[in-house]
């Protein structure tokens, strides 16, 4: 079991950043690709990020690539998400996912756990 917290949400203006972390409990967590995903108001959730478990491989969003980045620090179980040049299109819930497998790992589908998600809100 795998429990996931999200945090570094808030209200930016548009070209601002903002840092979002996921601390994951368990003792496991090296083992598990971890993703982070968002859902805006009336849309479907959708990929943003992710990285697997050994932290060499990255995967984005062709709609966030050059501006987010995802890194993890397994000694403090923890993700990060640092998101630059915020547009408001990037508003939504953003919510980070622990992946116990290899494949497809930019598949939400894929993932086994998920955190409760936290708000960002981007103002023109």
């Known amino acids: 079991q795998v429990q996931l917290v999200e945090s570094g949400g808030g209200l930016v203006q548009a070209g601002g950043s903002l840092r979002l972390s996921c601390a994951a409990s368990?003792?496991?967590?090296?083992?598990?690709?971890m993703g982070w995903f968002r859902q805006a108001p009336g849309k479907e959730r959708e990929f943003v990020a992710a990285m697997r478990r050994g932290g060499g491989s990255t995967y984005y969003a062709d709609s966030v690539k050059g501006r987010f980045t995802i890194s993890r620090d397994n000694a403090k179980n923890t993700v990060f998400l640092q998101m630059n040049s915020l547009k408001p299109e990037d508003t939504a819930v953003y919510y980070c996912a622990a992946y116990s497998g290899s494949y497809y790992i930019t598949d939400l589908g894929r993932y086994d756990y998920w955190g409760q998600g936290t708000q960002v809100t981007v103002s023109s």
């Open positions: 368990g003792r496991t967590f090296s083992t598990y690709a």
